[in-house]
């Protein structure tokens, strides 16, 4: 051929000029028109043509595959790529491209296909394209055309010769695409009759191997099925043909004549999406009925036509083997995703020892310039960014010649929530599916002249560090399934649990779309391993798993979603400070956890972990010195030693902490994965010296992730304390699970801080709380809770620190002052022993009721909700009045508060006459502390009726008889121990008017004994009437964050028959309050009932004109008295 070199033919301005056109209008090789690509194709069909006189245009879309999946991410050409492209190029053509008789003959059975399944489909195709034909030749290899005209005479000739020429025909038979030449003598001039039949569109799409007509991705897809299904089997290339006849079904029953048609044909293919392509594939792969595939297309939103929907419905399905119902396959997956998580990731990162010589930084790794980012992405659109935690790293290993450095993130949790894929673009994205690039970077420093920033010359130039940011590599995790669960016809991402191992690729990530990586030639290839830092031996290790179905760590704040332009996040162990002081101890902190800083590995049921007991928090006023016990439970054979600490000396006594670890030997077996830690506090009570529990939690040491291994739950965890045994299977404690504290009553504000970390030879330091290290949720404190918690920070009286308190109770019991203890911990250590309990007795608890004192500044909240067993037809009210003690009595005036009495105002209208229900809101009084103050209920009523106005818009006026009638009174204890004494008291109330001298003996001695010691006649008291009052210390807001509001009825007993009592408030017969108005209005508005407006105006004029009156005659009655003014 007399030419210099391979890659330049005789023919190569006709190839360039041919490559350039393809590149320029084929859709699929429009993302990669630049001059390296075009380069690369035009040099390996020179190679080609001086190989074997062979070419053809077309050659350029067998080729371009190729070049994808070959591609070395090089900006050069080099020579050996085109060498071994053309070599490959040439196998491809003899071995696996379909020669033209299959090619015709797979055309062909596609439009049978077409007419057997869907007539009406296939007779419009027919129709249209002869319909305003024009037909251009050159758009189609019309030589290819007439060779199936030269078919049937060849196979003719050759049955007639077969004894001399079988060899020839059977050549000629086996005639692949490449061997027919242009301008060959035996291609006749084009038949426009046989150009224009709409199976000469179908020979194109195979013959092209679909290259000429799909998008990139669904292209590389065709061709990944054909190397995988047999060898290139031309049943591939049937059925993924009439997959896309079928997905655009709806544009050919659109067309109209033949140019229209030809449209479809070329055209709408490569708008189709990728996974619409695969999901129609697989139905027919997998025997599915073919007009079922026009929904299938997402771009189809027209509904299909009356003839179709009835063939669909009288056509019987085919039996497919892996799909069993086609509406799954066809089905949308949802516009928001479900929560993923991401833990327990493990970095490989394996570099050659050479690596040490070109990048010095690579010997000494610095575990703050690691910069891990993890994003969530749908197809090539970003979703969510994640920035992680600095890893801590492992000393260097060398293996086989490769240095390994082990990066782990063991306290890190990726959690994406809220996903919404709902505005994306759907032509780009929704053919994808979600995954997680994880990507790591390092931060070098290197020295640099500064000769060309100071303009001196090269002797008196200045080195200065330059910091350069090197990507060292990514992977790509897939973290969803597409399924569709039975009985649903819906698909759905399911996340895809487990644990995993991923291919660290050297180089950074790029998107498909990235405009300054045109380069990027493969999907499976989106890097540029630019610092060749990293070997492709580089892993990652990562569990996913489904934040809503198992209970996980929440998220640290270096996790915090970042815009994608922002710079990277910081993020930094927390100090190992001790908390002392109560005031450094914040009353709750939201979980924001960062790791320690030390070489820690996630561990599974099987592997040696710590146990570390921290502090307690916020421990109740009748609490002293403390210590804290506990075991483990479900642990099987494995002997582990029980826990037992005490707190330090300088620590705060109200907030103690400790500096206790039990390393957990499993000897190698694996525990129960539901094995539990049992911790138990316990104190010698404030005021009967007694041994007590203080209360318990439990803790679960592992959880399970889907069906995979158990996990330690490694981390700090605020538990609360809980009173009373747990709730355990026939009293099983091998059954015992985490939860069976959860119904028993809570300490209020108290809580226990403990860790569970892998082992370590080194004692790790707690952090102090303020980190927010330690998992909170469950012990934020309600808003009593934290009015307890204010008071406690408040209180001088309580000792400060743990040392304090234990000489605080040695000095009370200690006959001697002056023999004084060597170690005062020992001493509190001893004193805290069961063996000071008596023979066989078991410890009580703390009373749940005294473990708030009673603050004055806090007060007490009253509240009158309801007498019961008077008389009907009378407004009742109840004047209650404190009696101070006679300790309070004899303090200063000037620490006395104001008069502490009131008057209930608002009752229930729709209660009883004779048990009138009062909803007041509770009344706070702020009393001085005596265990002999008392209230006093004084219960006034009177028969005094009130009369609307006619007009109904203004209050009416209260007529008849105004005084006021004593119908009884009762007495409340208020305090006791120390504390309010709270619950909802149910008292008889006495006839007539108290007597002075027994409210004297009420100033010193209690009310059970006072009325315990009287005699009571049926003139003095009612035989079945009662009140009920609830009373709360002021630190409560509500009755249901009392630890133990309980009923009392013990003045029941002590003045009557309780079962009279009873019977007498269950009693639901008799007039309503609403009666009073009712019985005021006229027929009409009476007949509307309570629902009326009229009434429920006038209710309101009644209550408050009611009230007023009542008031103002028991001002009369308190003046008369000696008493102060209500007002």
């Not at 040439?90 to 379909?98: E, G, I, V």
């Not at 997905?247 to 490569?270: G, I, N, W």
């Not at 499976?524 to 630019?530: D, R, V």
């Amino acid at each position: 051929m007399k030419i210099k070199r391979a890659t330049h033919s005789p023919i190569s301005g006709l190839i360039e000029n041919a490559v350039i056109e393809f590149y320029e209008t084929t859709h699929s090789m429009m993302p990669y028109n630049n001059d390296t690509c075009i380069k690369q194709c035009c040099r390996v069909l020179n190679v080609m043509y001086v190989y074997n006189n062979s070419y053809q245009p077309h050659y350029t879309y067998w080729l371009y595959p190729l070049q994808l999946a070959f591609h070395n991410n090089q900006t050069q050409v080099s020579g050996e790529d085109v060498y071994e492209l053309a070599m490959y190029l040439d196998l491809l053509m003899k071995y696996c491209l379909p020669t033209w008789p299959q090619v015709f003959s797979a055309a062909q059975l596609v439009m049978n296909l077409i007419k057997q399944d869907d007539t009406e489909l296939y007779h419009h195709i027919k129709q249209t394209a002869a319909i305003n034909c024009r037909v251009q030749a050159k758009d189609f290899l019309v030589h290819l055309v007439n060779l199936e005209k030269a078919e049937a005479g060849l196979k003719t000739a050759s049955a007639s010769s077969h004894h001399s020429n079988t060899g020839s025909a059977s050549d000629h038979n086996g005639q692949s695409l490449h061997s027919l030449q242009n301008g060959s003598s035996s291609a006749p001039r084009a038949n426009n009759e046989v150009i224009a039949d709409p199976v000469i569109f179908l020979r194109k799409w195979i013959g092209e191997v679909f290259v000429g007509v799909l998008d990139t991705a669904s292209t590389m897809f065709v061709w990944d099925q054909l190397f995988i299904q047999q060898n290139w089997d031309t049943s591939v290339l049937v059925e993924v043909a009439v997959s896309i006849v079928f997905l655009l079904r709806h544009k050919f029953m659109e067309a109209e004549d033949y140019t229209q048609l030809k449209s479809v044909f070329t055209k709408e293919p490569c708008k189709l999406y990728t996974k619409d392509i695969r999901q129609a594939w697989l139905h027919v792969h997998h025997g599915g009925s073919l007009t079922d595939l026009p929904a299938v297309n997402r771009h189809n939103i027209k509904p299909e036509s009356p003839s179709v929907r009835r063939k669909q419905s009288d056509q019987p399905a085919r039996q497919s083997a892996a799909v069993s119902s086609v509406a799954r396959i066809l089905t949308p997956p949802p516009l928001k995703l479900k929560s993923v998580g991401v833990r327990n990731i493990t970095l490989s990162l394996v570099m050659p020892e050479r690596v040490f010589e070109t990048e010095p930084w690579t010997a000494n790794l610095e575990t703050e310039r690691f910069d891990i980012q993890s994003t969530l992405y749908m197809g090539d659109s970003e979703l969510i960014k994640l920035i992680c935690q600095k890893p801590m790293i492992s000393a260097p290993v060398t293996e086989g010649g490769e240095i390994v450095y082990k990066l782990q993130l063991p306290y890190e949790v990726l959690l994406y929530k809220d996903i919404e894929i709902g505005d994306l673009d759907l032509e780009n994205d929704m053919g994808s599916s979600p995954h997680v690039i994880l990507q790591v970077s390092y931060t070098s420093s290197r020295p640099t002249s500064r000769a060309s920033v100071d303009g001196m010359t090269p002797s008196h130039s200045r080195l200065s560090m330059v910091e350069e940011t090197v990507t060292l590599g990514w992977t790509d995790i897939a973290v969803y399934d597409l399924t569709v669960p039975p009985p649903t016809d819906h698909c759905q991402w399911k996340v895809k649990e487990g644990e995993a191992t991923f291919t660290l690729h050297p180089g950074k990530y790029k998107r498909s779309d990235d405009e300054d990586e045109q380069l990027s030639l493969s999907v499976s290839l989106n890097f540029i391993n630019a610092s060749g830092v990293l070997t492709d031996d580089s892993t990652v290790s990562v569990l996913v798993f489904d934040p809503d179905r198992h209970s996980t760590p929440t998220p640290i704040p270096s996790l915090t979603p970042v815009s994608l332009q922002s710079s990277r996040a910081q993020s930094r162990a927390p100090s190992a400070v001790i908390d002392g002081e109560i005031d450094d101890i914040p009353s709750w902190v939201e979980h924001r956890p960062t790791s320690l800083a030390s070489n820690l590995v996630p561990t599974t049921t099987n592997q040696p972990f710590d146990i570390y007991v921290d502090s307690l928090h916020f421990v109740p006023d009748n609490t002293t010195i403390v210590k804290v016990t506990g075991r483990l439970l479900r642990v099987g054979q494995v002997i582990i030693d029980d826990i037992l600490a005490m707190p330090e000396s300088k620590s705060s006594a109200r907030c103690p902490g400790f500096s206790y670890r039990l390393p957990v030997d499993t000897q190698g077996h694996d525990l129960d994965p539901n094995s539990v830690a049992y911790f138990r506090v316990y104190t010698v009570d404030n005021k009967s010296r007694e041994l007590v529990i203080v209360g318990a939690c439990l803790l679960q040491l592992f959880e399970t992730i889907g069906s995979n291994k158990a996990y330690l739950r490694f981390g700090g965890h605020q538990l609360r304390l809980h009173q009373g045994s747990p709730v355990t299977r026939d009293q099983d404690f091998g059954q015992i699970e985490a939860s069976d504290l959860d119904t028993t009553p809570v300490v209020p504000a108290a809580s226990m801080l403990v860790r569970l970390l892998p082992h370590s030879q080194k004692f790790e330091k707690r952090p102090t709380y303020k980190t927010g290290y330690y998992k909170s949720d469950e012990c934020k404190p309600n808003e009593s809770e934290q009015q307890v918690i204010d008071s406690f920070k408040q209180d001088q009286d309580f000792p400060k620190h743990a040392l304090d308190m234990i000489k605080k109770i040695y000095r009370s019991e200690a006959g001697d002052y002056t023999d004084t203890p060597e170690d005062w911990s020992d001493w509190a250590r001893d004193r805290l022993d069961r063996s000071h309990l008596a023979d066989g007795q078991v410890p009580g608890y703390v009373s749940l009721a005294e473990c708030v004192n009673y603050r004055q500044d806090m007060g007490l909240n009253i509240q009158i909700q309801q007498v019961y067993g008077l008389q009907e037809g009378m407004y009742i009210q109840c004047y209650v009045r404190l009696q101070a003690g006679s300790i309070a009595d004899e303090l200063d005036e000037s620490s006395q508060p104001s008069e502490c009495h009131f008057l209930t105002e608002l009752q229930d209208m729709n209660s009883l006459q004779k048990s009138p229900v009062w909803i007041d809101e509770p009344t706070l009084i702020k009393p001085t502390y005596d265990e002999r103050t008392i209230l006093v209920v004084r219960i006034y009523g009177t028969k005094s009726v009130y009369k609307p106005t006619s007009s109904h818009q203004q209050p009416g006026q209260v007529k008849g008889q105004t005084r006021l009638e004593l119908l009884g009174w009762t007495l409340i204890p208020v305090f006791a121990s120390g504390c309010v004494s709270y619950g909802r008291y149910n008292v008889p109330i006495l006839r007539n008017r108290p007597e002075d001298d027994l409210l004297k003996q009420l100033k010193t001695t209690s009310v059970e004994k006072v009325l315990s010691a009287k005699t009571w006649t049926k003139n003095q008291k009612y035989d079945s009437a009662g009140l009920i009052v609830s009373i709360m210390d002021g630190h409560y807001v509500s009755v249901d964050h009392c630890p133990t509001y309980q009923n009392n009825d013990k003045l029941l007993e002590i003045i009557g028959d309780p079962v009279k009592y009873q019977q007498s408030q269950a009693d639901t017969k008799g007039s309503t309050l609403n009666q009073f108005v009712l019985n005021t209005l006229s027929r009409k508005d009476k007949n509307l009932g309570t629902s009326g407006p009229v009434y429920q105006q006038e209710e309101k004029f009644y209550q408050q004109v009611m009230h007023m009156a009542f008031k103002e005659q028991l001002e009369l009655v308190l003046q008369n008295a000696g008493y102060g003014s209500l007002s």
